[in-house]
């Protein structure tokens, strides 16, 4: 499939060009490989929308986890008995 676009300079490419002067060039880029597998005619009001899509839901990504500090034997059981005194178990 061949692309068509108006030329630079052109008063779509202008349009265009002042619509989306708001988006950081992250969102933008985003929205262009977003771009690439729509098919029909793409609006400005689509575009904006592949743009503010996130990149991936939040609830797909992996935990994070804490880096854990090994702890020797002595301190361990000093921490427990601090906790269990602190509780009063």
């Given amino acids: 499939m061949k692309l068509v676009h108006d030329e630079i300079g052109s008063t779509d490419f202008k349009?265009?060009?002042?619509?989306?002067?708001?988006?950081p060039e992250k969102q933008l880029?985003?929205?262009?490989k977003a771009a690439e597998d729509w098919s029909g005619f793409l609006t400005l009001g689509d575009f904006r929308k592949l743009?503010?899509?996130p990149a991936r839901a939040p609830y797909h990504s992996k935990f994070k986890a804490l880096p854990?500090?090994?702890i020797d034997g002595k301190e361990l059981k000093s921490r427990l008995s601090k906790m269990r005194?602190?509780?009063g178990l």
């Fill in 15 to 23: 349009y265009w060009e002042n619509s989306l002067f708001d988006y």
């Fill in 29 to 32: 880029l985003q929205g262009l």
């Fill in 51 to 53: 743009c503010e899509k």
């Fill in 68 to 70: 854990v500090k090994a």
């Fill in 85 to 87: 005194d602190e509780l």
